[in-house]
């Protein structure tokens, strides 16, 4: 289809490429982002199936090792998939400007590589839909035959290792959770990176930026994503009971809820990444045609993470069974 495409007359790619290439480089793309695409869902796969084996041998002697344990194995595998879209889309990018200079362009139009970058993305929906949908099928199957042909007629307690229909479940489970979600996660950030370099390579053209200004407003997503690596990492670091609290009931009294746990890395990281957007802000969003516009991104910024705690927080108090909606309807029931 895009062999037949004509390349639009004020698209500054006339020059360099034309409709065959352009179709050959979609091709590439979309075969780089599938292929990450599968990768990233393997590795959720291949860490869960790990990580799980882990946690509940740690789970027997140890409320510390088994959180440690099974947050760490769950970051890993997310680690890895935004470094494998990190990697993708700036190797891809990195080619396109290495190929202008060599074309002997001395103002390449790299406003124009994200548009070029689109196959990445669909190669990476494609690959993520049949790990959820392969998943969940053969899950939703293989759960109707254990509970109604196990349970009802045969009256083997669900989820009872005697069923061969539960180990499918199990299975079913795996590939549509695990590997799905992880393939999921790898296109919606592929996709949602994408869409951001377009918009900021639209708007720096747009305003008549020079080439380092362009350069900051294409590149910021990605360093956004590298900075969501790092302070994920240190947030996670710091994912563990306190210290002199107990580590397994009943011998040693109540165990610390596990949301509280996990919240102090989150706030970790929300500091973290907050001070970290001022300084990449600062350094590729300041212009000197717009000297102040750095702070708008930057509170642009502030508001993103400030609605993404707010998420946390009303999504807490609507299912945790310690806040009054969750306690009204158990009193109804």
């Given at each position: 289809?895009?062999?037949?495409?004509?390349?639009?007359?004020?698209?500054?790619?006339?020059?360099?490429?034309?409709?065959?290439?352009?179709?050959?480089?979609?091709?590439?793309?979309?075969?780089?982002?599938?292929?990450?695409?599968?990768?990233?869902?393997?590795?959720?796969?291949?860490?869960?199936?790990?990580?799980?084996?882990?946690?509940?041998?740690?789970?027997?002697?140890?409320?510390?090792?088994?959180?440690?344990?099974?947050?760490?194995?769950?970051?890993?595998?997310?680690?890895?998939?935004?470094?494998?879209?990190?990697?993708?889309?700036?190797?891809?990018?990195?080619?396109?400007?290495?190929?202008?200079?060599?074309?002997?362009?001395?103002?390449?139009?790299?406003?124009?590589?994200?548009?070029?970058?689109?196959?990445?993305?669909?190669?990476?929906?494609?690959?993520?839909?049949?790990?959820?949908?392969?998943?969940?099928?053969?899950?939703k199957a293989a759960d109707v035959g254990a509970d109604l042909i196990g349970k009802v007629e045969v009256g083997i307690p669900e989820?009872?290792?005697?069923?061969?229909?539960?180990?499918?479940?199990?299975?079913?489970?795996?590939?549509?959770?695990?590997?799905?979600?992880?393939?999921?996660?790898?296109?919606?950030?592929?996709?949602?990176?994408?869409?951001?370099?377009?918009?900021?390579?639209?708007?720096?053209?747009?305003?008549?930026?020079?080439?380092?200004?362009?350069?900051?407003?294409?590149?910021?997503?990605?360093?956004?994503?590298?900075?969501?690596?790092?302070?994920?990492?240190?947030?996670?670091?710091?994912?563990?009971?306190?210290?002199?609290?107990?580590?397994?009931?009943?011998?040693?009294?109540e165990l610390e809820d596990p949301l509280d746990i996990l919240k102090r890395g989150y706030y970790l990281s929300l500091g973290l990444?907050?001070?970290?957007?001022?300084?990449?802000?600062?350094?590729?969003?300041?212009?000197?045609?717009?000297?102040?516009?750095?702070?708008?991104?930057?509170?642009?910024?502030?508001?993103?993470?400030?609605?993404?705690?707010?998420?946390?927080?009303?999504?807490?108090?609507?299912?945790?069974?310690?806040?009054?909606?969750?306690?009204?309807?158990?009193?109804?029931?």
């Amino acid at each position: 289809m895009y062999a037949f495409r004509e390349i639009p007359a004020q698209s500054k790619l006339n020059h360099f490429f034309t409709p065959l290439s352009m179709a050959f480089i979609t091709s590439i793309s979309f075969l780089l982002g599938a292929v990450c695409s599968a990768i990233a869902g393997y590795s959720g796969i291949w860490v869960s199936v790990r990580a799980n084996l882990r946690v509940a041998a740690a789970a027997k002697k140890c409320y510390n090792d088994a959180i440690v344990i099974c947050f760490r194995g769950g970051a890993f595998a997310a680690i890895i998939n935004v470094a494998l879209a990190i990697f993708g889309i700036s190797f891809l990018y990195l080619c396109f400007e290495f190929y202008f200079y060599t074309q002997g362009a001395t103002s390449p139009p790299i406003e124009e590589i994200p548009v070029l970058l689109v196959g990445f993305s669909f190669g990476a929906s494609f690959v993520a839909m049949f790990a959820q949908l392969g998943g969940g099928i053969y899950t939703k199957a293989a759960d109707v035959g254990a509970d109604l042909i196990g349970k009802v007629e045969v009256g083997i307690p669900e989820d009872d290792a005697r069923n061969p229909a539960v180990i499918a479940d199990l299975v079913g489970d795996n590939v549509g959770d695990c590997a799905g979600q992880c393939a999921d996660l790898f296109e919606s950030i592929s996709a949602e990176i994408l869409s951001a370099m377009i918009l900021g390579g639209v708007l720096a053209e747009s305003n008549g930026l020079g080439f380092e200004a362009k350069s900051g407003f294409i590149l910021f997503p990605l360093l956004v994503h590298s900075l969501d690596l790092i302070v994920s990492t240190i947030g996670v670091l710091v994912v563990k009971t306190k210290p002199g609290l107990p580590s397994l009931k009943p011998n040693y009294g109540e165990l610390e809820d596990p949301l509280d746990i996990l919240k102090r890395g989150y706030y970790l990281s929300l500091g973290l990444a907050i001070v970290g957007l001022f300084f990449i802000c600062k350094t590729f969003l300041n212009v000197e045609k717009y000297p102040n516009a750095y702070w708008c991104f930057f509170g642009c910024s502030c508001i993103g993470v400030v609605v993404s705690f707010c998420v946390v927080m009303i999504t807490q108090y609507y299912t945790d069974y310690h806040y009054g909606p969750v306690q009204s309807i158990a009193h109804s029931s």
